[in-house]
């Protein structure tokens, strides 16, 4: 099977890709014409309540206290954090889980960010 695969000339696995692109192209545009939504595309872009966006981090991040290094921040409180790329962020405390994640949530952005990758948090008040 592998000398099958060696045989073939750079000029057919190219002619093999453009086939297959086609082929999902004309696929997804039968599906759009018949209404049907191929799982996963439900994606939102643009306008999302920022209510129910909060809610799920919340319930994504449910421990509302963390300590670090003796101090400890609660949920909804302004902090900045100082990760060991010396990235700084400013945001609102959503929480913590249970994989050592806390979220926070700034102007524009809900960011993520593993406990063991901060350098520094504080709080601003």
């Not at 045989?7 to 999902?24: E, G, K, N, P, S």
């Not at 670090?68 to 902090?79: P, Q």
């Not at 060991?84 to 945001?91: D, N, T």
């Amino acid at each position: 099977m592998l000398n099958g695969f060696l045989a073939l000339r750079w000029q057919d696995i190219l002619f093999a890709a453009c086939i297959a692109y086609v082929v999902f192209t004309l696929i997804r545009r039968v599906q759009s014409i018949l209404g049907r939504n191929p799982q996963g595309s439900d994606y939102k872009v643009g306008n999302v309540d920022m209510v129910d966006v909060y809610e799920k981090c919340k319930e994504l991040f449910p421990i509302q206290k963390l300590t670090f290094h003796g101090k400890e921040f609660t949920r909804g409180m302004r902090i900045k954090v100082v990760t060991i790329q010396k990235k700084i962020i400013e945001g609102e405390l959503i929480g913590m889980n249970k994989v050592n994640l806390i979220c926070i949530r700034t102007h524009n952005q809900i960011i993520a960010h593993q406990l063991e990758k901060i350098e520094d948090i504080t709080d601003i008040e």
